[in-house]
C-alpha cells in the first residue's frame, strides 16, 4: 500500500500568493516605506512636545570643552567624527535605544522604588551641568542621570545607571565608559546639592532573558583626576585644532562597532583616514537618514553620483557631483553616463574609450568635494 509522505510545508504551488507591499488600497498603507514616514513623524512630534524642537533640526556643534558623560572615554577619532557630524555608515541603533528606555521606565523604576526605604523617593532622572577649572581650557560637563534614590528633599542618596546589554553573563565588571559616567554624575550632583554623594549602582539588564547583573562603585578621585580629566583635555585638544586623532580606539572592540569604519581605514575598500567631510564615492550603502542627517548639518554637501542613483529623490533636494574620471579628469553629469547602479561595475569613462581598459567614473573623493567643517557653537 502507498503511503502518503506527510509535510509541514505544503508544495509552492498551495502556498498563498504574495506581493511585497502592493494589494488593495487599505492594505496598500500598511508598508515599510508608510512605517519610517510615520516613525519619524511620531518622533518629530514628541521632540517638539517634550521641550526639545532643537532635535529636529540640524545637529549642533558643541563647543570645544563641553562634553557629556555618556561619549567620554572613546576613541579619539570616533568622537572627532560624531562632532563634526561626519556621514555615519550604518544606521541608528533604533530598537535598542527603545528597549533601553523602556527598560529603565517600566521595569527598572519599579524596581528601585520597591527597594527604597520609607521617606525615600525614586526621580526618574536629575540634570548636571559643571564646570571644572583647568590650566589650559576649563571643561563643562552635561549631562542627564538615570534614575536617583532622594530624600524627601530631593537630595540625591543613591545613583543608578541602567544599562540593557545582549548578554550579562560574562560581566566581571562595570566597563570603564560606564564608571566614567557615573563619576561625572557623582560630581556634578555632590557639587549641585552640597552634598558628598559617592555611591552608585550600575545595573546591567540582558535584552535577552532580563537577567540583572549589578555593581556598586565608590567615586574614585584617582581615576577621575587621572584618566577620566586627561581624557576630556586631550579630546577638547582635537577639536580645537580641528585636525583629524590618530586611528587609535581607547578599546579594541570599538571598532567593531563603530560606523565609521569605512572613511576611518578599519572596513572594506580603499577608503582611509578621510577627514569629517565629504561622503565616501565609493560607498552606495549609506542609510537614507544618515545621508539626510549629514546633508542638513552641511548646507554646501552633495550627493556623489552613486548615491544620487541610489537616491533620486535626495538629489533632487541637494544637489549631486558629477562622475569624474580618475584617468583623464573629465567630468560628466548624471543625465550623460547610463549605468545600472552595480557598484561592483562602475561606468566607463566616455572620453577613454580608446583605450585597451577604459577607465571607470566615479565621484570626487571627500577630499574634492571641499565641503567645510562647521564652526562650533561659542
Ligand atoms: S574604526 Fe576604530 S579607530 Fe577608526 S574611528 Fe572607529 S573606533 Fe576609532
Not at 149 to 160: C, R
Not at 230 to 255: G, I, M
Not at 298 to 318: N, W
Request: charged fraction near 25%; charge should be negative; hydrophobic fraction near 30%.
Amino acid at each position: 500500500m502507498a503511503v502518503a509522505e506527510i509535510t509541514d510545508v505544503p508544495p509552492a504551488s498551495q502556498k498563498p500568493q504574495t506581493t511585497a507591499e502592493n494589494g488593495s488600497p487599505r492594505s496598500a498603507r500598511v508598508t515599510g516605506r508608510e512605517f519610517s514616514r510615520w516613525y519619524q513623524n511620531r518622533q518629530q512630534r514628541q521632540n517638539i512636545e517634550n521641550g526639545k524642537p532643537y532635535f529636529n533640526g540640524p545637529p549642533r556643534i558643541p563647543e570645544s570643552g563641553r562634553h557629556s558623560p555618556s561619549r567620554l572615554l572613546r576613541c579619539h577619532r570616533r568622537s572627532f567624527y560624531d562632532t563634526f557630524n561626519a556621514p555615519k555608515e550604518t544606521a541608528a541603533p533604533q530598537g535598542i535605544f527603545w528597549f533601553g528606555s523602556k527598560f529603565e521606565t517600566d521595569i527598572a523604576v519599579p524596581f528601585l522604588r520597591d527597594q527604597t526605604g520609607t521617606d525615600e523617593y525614586v526621580r526618574n532622572s536629575m540634570w548636571v551641568d559643571f564646570t571644572i577649572r583647568r590650566e589650559g581650557d576649563d571643561l563643562r560637563i552635561r549631562g542627564e542621570t538615570d534614575p536617583v534614590v532622594v530624600d524627601e528633599d530631593s537630595t540625591p542618596l543613591l545613583l543608578t545607571e541602567i544599562k540593557t546589554t545582549s548578554s550579562v553573563t560574562h560581566l566581571q565588571e562595570p566597563k570603564e565608559q560606564h564608571l566614567a559616567q557615573v563619576h561625572c554624575y557623582l560630581y556634578g550632583l555632590s557639587e549641585k546639592y552640597d552634598c558628598k554623594l559617592r555611591e552608585a549602582v550600575v545595573l546591567y539588564a540582558s535584552r535577552e532573558d532580563f537577567e540583572v547583573r549589578t555593581f556598586h562603585v565608590d567615586f574614585d578621585l584617582a581615576f577621575w583626576e587621572d584618566r577620566v580629566l586627561p581624557w576630556a583635555e586631550q579630546n577638547t585638544a582635537f577639536r580645537q585644532s580641528k585636525e583629524l586623532p590618530p586611528a587609535v580606539p581607547e578599546y579594541e572592540w570599538e571598532c567593531q562597532y563603530c560606523p565609521y569604519r569605512r572613511r576611518c581605514g578599519k572596513g572594506d575598500g580603499p577608503h582611509a583616514d578621510a577627514g569629517p567631510t565629504g561622503l565616501l564615492p565609493l560607498v552606495a550603502d549609506y542609510p537614507r537618514e544618515q545621508i539626510r542627517t549629514y546633508l542638513a548639518a552641511h548646507p554646501t554637501a552633495k550627493l556623489t553620483p552613486t548615491l544620487a542613483h541610489e537616491f533620486p529623490e535626495l538629489a533632487s533636494e541637494y544637489g549631486s557631483y558629477d562622475w569624474r574620471c580618475s584617468v583623464c579628469g573629465s567630468s560628466h553629469t548624471m543625465r550623460a553616463v547610463d549605468w545600472d547602479g552595480d557598484v561592483d561595475q562602475l561606468p566607463s569613462c566616455p572620453d577613454c574609450r580608446h583605450r585597451e581598459i577604459p577607465a571607470e567614473l566615479t565621484g570626487p573623493s571627500p577630499e574634492k568635494q571641499a565641503v567645510p567643517m562647521v564652526e562650533p557653537e561659542s
